[in-house]
Structures are given as structure tokens and as C-alpha cells.
């Protein structure tokens, strides 16, 4: 599990601006302040080019189980402290918060006190709680839990109506998994049963909801916390995790949809990819590495490592800032410039080339700067400061909440697919006009961008 609330600058370790330490990379801006109002220096402008003829708009299931719109809104938090969704275990309903991973399939909860949460999941309150006498422990790419396997009711406040019998793996210890500032006590991974621990016979959360309600194998996200300082100390509204469909009112345009490759991870086939208008010129198995994933758990975009190294090269390249310390690329530094300066216009905007479901056509999801160049915290009231929202990778591509803030992001299982569309809380004023352009192969290639950036993704092994 990969997750990187937070960084360490140099030796030190800074939480959000509690310390005093940090470090400001020196930096070679053009002279002169700049003029950038905050309303444009916030704004989030995504476009979608092109229109395939099979977007998703559902406003309901027909069955009457689920309102979509009831769901809208019910994530909080935001992609340094992860998106959570309150839900009550147990008879009676005990509340917890449960941070949502597409990148991994166990329904895991605190059942022992730790210092980092507030509460946990009390086993011997809940009447109806029944242990199934098997251990399961998860390890992530950074973090790990072990527990037990048991079963009980459970309801989702602001989801489907109704209490569902669902498999829950308490955690009783754990290391590096839960952190200090989160505001959940468990994860809800929304990935298929190849993940699940301790082997797939553990039916997943999503799957049990289908078999027991009825819905539509379909869930989709809308992640709104990007641009949002992560010093901040309270959660704002996250987003919405609209459980059986997609709820039209929370993106514009059609859906675009790229095929999933393997039912294990939401794995998908990713072409090429551009800083500018450059062309990386990297075998397109360069990029699909061990494996690309769609994977709302983890923080930034991360690349394997030949790809991550030329798309530093080609930013440093690019951008107006020369002589970028290093520590700022590989997440050590964090880059700090005077209140009022915004850094996004000097970095280029990054493009990511998607297979669509018709396989002679592709489309992109582009991210500007706002997105990927994430205001962390500011110092002393004087300087505000940056990380960068990209990191390399050793298990492969990750698409994560760094681009999936960008966009409206469905999760089509019933057809194989992951579709994007362009999300209403990264648009300020309104959308911008489509347009299509061709891929170096001629194949159709459409276009969608998007300006505004913890990963939990169980370990392949």
C-alpha cells in the first residue's frame, strides 16, 4: 500500500505545518509578482472531445433500492487523508468511517483501540456479529493489518436502503497502516475477489450488495478535494460514491470508456503519454509495466520508473523554472514560493493515452498543472508550499487520485470497463468547447482535460 499522507523534508518529518522545519527549494521565477486572481488561480477547467454514443446516465435503479441522488455528497475528506463513507456495523448500528479503495477487495475495520483513531468496531456490542474462525492479515505497499474473518449487518446512511449481511475482516493490529490525522477506521476495497485475502472464497463488499439487492454491477466516483491545502485541519466534503450506477448530475458531457484488461485490479491498457504536446516516445509496454490500475486508494500518478524519469526529464525541460532540485521530484521537498505567487503556470499539462472500447480509437485525460503541482501547506503565513503530485513506481501504473480528481470516474463492471467523464466539482464557469484531434497512428483519438491530484493497493505478491 502505498500512501503518502505525509512527506519528510530532508531529516525531518513535517505534519502539515506543525513544524517548524522545512525547506524552501531555490527557484528561478521570472521577475515580477504574479497577477493571478483566485478565482482563475482556482478554477478547473476539463474538456471532453469527442462523443462515443455510450455514456452511462442513470438518475435511479428501476428497482426502487437505491436514489442516486441520496448519495450524492457522501464522501468526505480529501487525497492527502483519503475519501471516506460513514457506515454503521453491527446490531445495534455502531458508526464508523470507511475509507474507499478501488484497489483492493477486503472490508476491513479497527476492532482493537489504536492511537491514531477515536473509535473502533466493538465485536462484543454487536449481537449479531459472527467470527467465521479464520485469520486474515493484508499487506499493502506500505502499511499492513492482520485480524479475523467475521460477519455482520451492515447499512450505509446516505446508499442503498436496506441492511446487508456483509464479510468483515476486524483488524486487531497493525502497523503503518493507520496514520496520524485520518479520520477513518477501516477501508472498503472495491476491487474484484482475485484480491481478496486470505483467497477469493471471501466474497467483497460490492459483490455481496449486487447478490443481495439486486443493483446494477456499477459503482462510480466523484473525488473533490483537489486544490485543497492538506494542512487544513478539518475534513471537507469529499466527493460521492454513487453505489449501483452514475448520477448524471455530477458530470458533464459523455462518459468515455477504456476496456478492463484483467478482473483483479481495475486494470486497463494505457497507450502513451505526452508533457505538452511531447511525446514521450516510450514502448507502450513501458508504460503497462507489471501493470496499470485505476486506483482511487493512492495518492498520486505513479509511473514505473523508466516512464516517471522521462516525464522529469521532459517537465524539467518544459517548465520555466530551471535548476529543480532533485528532492522536490522524488517527493523529499517540498517547493515553496511567496503567498500570491502561483507556481502552475511555469509546468506543462501531462497526457494520458487511454485504449477506448472501440479498439481502433483511443481518447486522453489531461491534467494541468493545478492538479499535479498539490499545495500542501503554507509557512509562517509567508510562503505557500507544493509537493509534486507523481512518483515512481516499482509494481507498476497507477492512475490515481492525482488525475482521478479531475474527472467523474465510473467503474462499469457488468460490461468490463472504467469509463471517464469530465466531474462537476473540478469546473468552475461553466465547460469548454469539444474537440478531436488524431492519435500519431490515425487512430480517433478523443481528448479529455482536466487542470486540478492515499494509496492502498494490496501488494501483487
Wanted: hydrophobic share 40%; aromatic share 12%; proline share 5%.
Amino acid at each position: 500500500m502505498a500512501y503518502s499522507t505525509f512527506i519528510s523534508i530532508l531529516a525531518f518529518s513535517l505534519y502539515f505545518g506543525v513544524s517548524k522545519c522545512y525547506f524552501a527549494i531555490p527557484l528561478k521565477i521570472y521577475p515580477g509578482k504574479l497577477n493571478v486572481s483566485s478565482e482563475l488561480s482556482r478554477r478547473v477547467v476539463l474538456t471532453v472531445d469527442g462523443t462515443d454514443g455510450t455514456g452511462l446516465s442513470l438518475a435511479s435503479d428501476p428497482s426502487g433500492t437505491v436514489d442516486f441522488l441520496d448519495m450524492v455528497d457522501n464522501l468526505q475528506g480529501d487525497s492527502g487523508r483519503g475519501y471516506y463513507i460513514e457506515m454503521a456495523l453491527g446490531t445495534p448500528g455502531q458508526k464508523v468511517n470507511i475509507l474507499v479503495d478501488t484497489g483492493s477487495s477486503n472490508f476491513a475495520v479497527a476492532a482493537a483501540a489504536h492511537p491514531f483513531i477515536t473509535h473502533y468496531f466493538n465485536t462484543a456490542l454487536s449481537s449479531t456479529y459472527q467470527s467465521v474462525g479464520r485469520t486474515v492479515g493484508v499487506r499493502y505497499t506500505q502499511g499492513n493489518w492482520e485480524g479475523e474473518l467475521g460477519i455482520d449487518r451492515v447499512s450505509i446512511p446516505n446508499g442503498p436502503n436496506g441492511t446487508f449481511i456483509i464479510n468483515i475482516a476486524v483488524i486487531l493490529s497493525s502497523e503503518g497502516f493507520f496514520l496520524s490525522g485520518i479520520n477513518w477506521q477501516g477501508i472498503l476495497g472495491l476491487a474484484y475477489p482475485m484480491l481478496a485475502r486470505p483467497d477469493s472464497s471471501v466474497e467483497p463488499f460490492f459483490d455481496s450488495l449486487v447478490q443481495q439487492i439486486g443493483i446494477p454491477d456499477i459503482f462510480s466516483l466523484q473525488m473533490c478535494g483537489a486544490g485543497l491545502s492538506a494542512s487544513s485541519t478539518a475534513d471537507p466534503i469529499g466527493g460521492s460514491l454513487i453505489i449501483g450506477g452514475a448520477e448524471p448530475a455530477l458530470y458533464q458531457g459523455s462518459v468515455w470508456y477504456t476496456p478492463i484488461v484483467e478482473e483483479w485490479y481495475y486494470q486497463v491498457e494505457v497507450l502513451k503519454l505526452e508533457v505538452g504536446d511531447q511525446n514521450l516516445d516510450l514502448d507502450c509496454r513501458e508504460y503497462n509495466t507489471d501493470k496499470a490500475i485505476v486506483d482511487s486508494g493512492t495518492t498520486l500518478l505513479r509511473l514505473p520508473a523508466n516512464v516517471f524519469n522521462a516525464v522529469v526529464d521532459a517537465i524539467t525541460r518544459t517548465s520555466l523554472i530551471q535548476d529543480f532540485s532533485s528532492g522536490f521530484w522524488d517527493g523529499n521537498k517540498y517547493a515553496c514560493w511567496l503567498k500570491g505567487e502561483i507556481p502552475w503556470m511555469f509546468f506543462p499539462k501531462l497526457s494520458i493515452y487511454l485504449r477506448a472500447t472501440n479498439t481502433s480509437q483511443s481518447f486522453r485525460i489531461t491534467i494541468l498543472p493545478q492538479l499535479y503541482i498539490q499545495p500542501i501547506t503554507d509557512v509562517d503565513g509567508t510562503l505557500d508550499c507544493f509537493r509534486f503530485g507523481l512518483s515512481s513506481s516499482a509494481n507498476g501504473l497507477v492512475i490515481g487520485a492525482t488525475v482521478m480528481e479531475g474527472f467523474y470516474v465510473v467503474f462499469d463492471r457488468a460490461q468490463r470497463r472504467v469509463g471517464f467523464a469530465l466531474s462537476n466539482c473540478a469546473v468552475s464557469g461553466g465547460g469548454w468547447p469539444s474537440q478531436r484531434s488524431r492519435g500519431p497512428s490515425q487512430q480517433q483519438t478523443w481528448r479529455l482535460t482536466a487542470p486540478w491530484g492515499l494509496r492502498r493497493s494490496p501488494s501483487s505478491g
